[in-house]
Every structure is written in structure tokens, then in C-alpha cells.
């Protein structure tokens, strides 16, 4: 017998053997897998559906399924077969949490522009792999909220909801609390495994004199004693990816890109426009998504 012919028949000889579990067998399996992860690690999964799964919080739970439904029962019981199963193919599927922090004072006057882009990048790009939140900053003023949340999601709908839901307002000084944006940005409930990035979308620099903000009302900065050492060594620390989108003249948020990226060289940043606000957006979805064959295209439909 030839070595391709007893390949092939050693090849089909394993298919016949997977194709001979019964169905209650398949579901015997199943059920006690289920029954396995569920023991003292069941979460809330109606936000994440991989939540349940105790080896890898961002693996999609159908794959998770798909891939252990094949194992013999006693295998899967052990540790070191799992832990094999998992490294291999954690390192095939991508999944990413994106969160974009907005300054939502008075003086956004694109504010409506930057809501129909985010809105629309989130239903074109919406996959089962990708959640998104979104954080609101304004300034220390006291007429508002400092900031406003959306936890990350898996519904990209209800994201977008609660954006199209805010009001600009408030401001006060031309500074504004663009170190608290960022620090609530970094409190979000990331997954371990998944690419990360925030986007920020800012007219202003934050306070403290080194920014050049004029008419500071803080010039020693952020009172509430955040610093860009602080924000950005975090940001390096949970490696996430960091672009700013800069919808004033270049000139006003300078001082702030130049001492951002002496801490941060790898920060990407671009100047946007309500012309072209949509096309920057596109270019930084394009960009951290395309190390990821497995997350697909968007639709063109």
C-alpha cells in the first residue's frame, strides 16, 4: 500500500471514528462541559456570551463548543489537554475591545458629525469578536457630570443609542478634563486576551500650563491629581492601542501631542475634519483590525 493510500485511509479511518459519537453522546458531552464550566465560574453572560468559559474570557463560546464537542469526555477533563487546545487556537482568533472617549463640551461643534460616523463604524463593523464602549468628558466646572459612560457591549446598537442621547454642554475655560476621559476609558471591564484601543476625539488640550491651553483655570493641572505619566505608562501597562483624532487647528493640541508621545512614541494621532472625520475614522478601523484575518471585512451590503 502506498504511503498516500494508507494516509488517506488512516485519515478517514480517525473522520469515521468522530462521525461514531451518538447524538446522546454529543449531548452527554456537552451538558457536562456546561455543567464543568458552570462551577463556581458562572458570570452575567447576557453582556458576553464567552463569559462562562474560565480558561479565556474573550473566546467566542460557539467556537469553545464547536472545538470541544469532538473530545472524549475524560480527555476534556484534563487540565493539561484544555490548556493545550486553548494556547494553539487563542493564538487564531483575535477579538477586540474598542473604546471611544469624546469631549462632549459646548465647543464641540462637531459634535453631531462625530456622532453619525461612530454610530455608523459601529454597525459596519460590528462582529461577535468587537465590543465597544463609549466615555463623555466635559470639565471642572461643576455645571455637569465630569463624565459619562457606556460600559463595553457586545450591541453596538445600544452604544450608539446612548451617544445619539447626549447633550454638549459646559466647558467653562478652554482646557478641559481630558486626563479624567482617558482614566474612565481605562476603567472599562477589558478582557484579557483582546487587542484593546481607545480613540479620542478632543478640540482641547487638558489642564496644566505645559499644555499651552490659555485661560487655564487649573494651570498646575488636573485637579483631581491625574497626570499624562500617569494615563499612559497605565495605557503601555494593558497594552492598548492609543489614537487621538484632532478636530481643531493642529496648532491648539501640539504642546499636548509632543509631550504625549515623548512618554507614548507608539501613540497615533491625525488631524480630522467634519469633512473627513469619516474616512480618519475608517483609516484607524482598517488599522488595528487588519493584523486579524479572522475578524471579516465589513459588509457591503
Known amino acids: 500500500m502506498s504511503k498516500r493510500l494508507r494516509e488517506r485511509t488512516e485519515g478517514l479511518k480517525k473522520k469515521a471514528k468522530f462521525q461514531s459519537f451518538t447524538s446522546r453522546r454529543k ?26 468559559c474560565p480558561f479565556a474570557p474573550s473566546f467566542p463560546k ?62 459596519t463593523y460590528s462582529h ?33 443609542s446612548f451617544i445619539q442621547k447626549l447633550v454638549p454642554k459646559g466647558g467653562g475655560d478652554y482646557p478641559e478634563a481630558v486626563m479624567d476621559g482617558l482614566n474612565e476609558g481605562l476603567k472599562m471591564p477589558w478582557r484579557n486576551g483582546a487587542k484593546k484601543i481607545i480613540v479620542l476625539f478632543c478640540d482641547a488640550p487638558p489642564h496644566g500650563s505645559q499644555f499651552g491651553g490659555g485661560g487655564d483655570a487649573h494651570p498646575n493641572g488636573c485637579p483631581c491629581g491625574l497626570t499624562e505619566r500617569i494615563i499612559l505608562d497605565e495605557m503601555k501597562r494593558k497594552k492598548i492601542n492609543f489614537t487621538i483624532l484632532n478636530v481643531t487647528s493642529e496648532e ?50
Open 27 to 52: 449531548k452527554k458531552l456537552k451538558d457536562s462541559v456546561m455543567q464543568k464550566l458552570s462551577e463556581d465560574n458562572r458570570k452575567d453572560t447576557r453582556e458576553d456570551p464567552a463569559a462562562i
Open 128 to 160: 461577535k469578536r468587537i465590543r465597544y464602549g463609549f466615555v463623555g468628558y466635559t470639565d471642572h466646572d461643576g455645571d455637569s457630570s465630569l463624565t459619562v459612560s457606556k460600559p463595553l457591549s457586545f450591541r453596538p446598537s445600544e452604544v450608539a
Open 62 to 123: 460557539d467556537l469553545y463548543m464547536e472545538i470541544f464537542s469532538f473530545l472524549p469526555f475524560e480527555d476534556l477533563l484534563k487540565a493539561a489537554q484544555v490548556s493545550k487546545i486553548w494556547s494553539t487556537t487563542a493564538d487564531r482568533i483575535a477579538s477586540w475591545d474598542i473604546v471611544f472617549v469624546c469631549d462632549i463640551t459646548g465647543s464641540m461643534s462637531c459634535w453631531n458629525e462625530i456622532v453619525r460616523c461612530v454610530s455608523s463604524i459601529m454597525e
Open 252 to 301: 491648539a493640541l501640539a504642546p499636548m501631542l509632543s509631550i504625549f508621545k515623548q512618554i507614548m512614541p507608539e501613540l497615533s494621532t491625525a488631524k480630522a475634519t467634519k469633512n473627513d472625520l469619516m474616512d480618519r475614522l475608517t483609516h484607524v478601523m482598517d488599522s488595528v483590525l487588519q493584523t486579524s484575518p479572522h475578524i471579516p471585512a465589513p459588509s457591503s451590503e
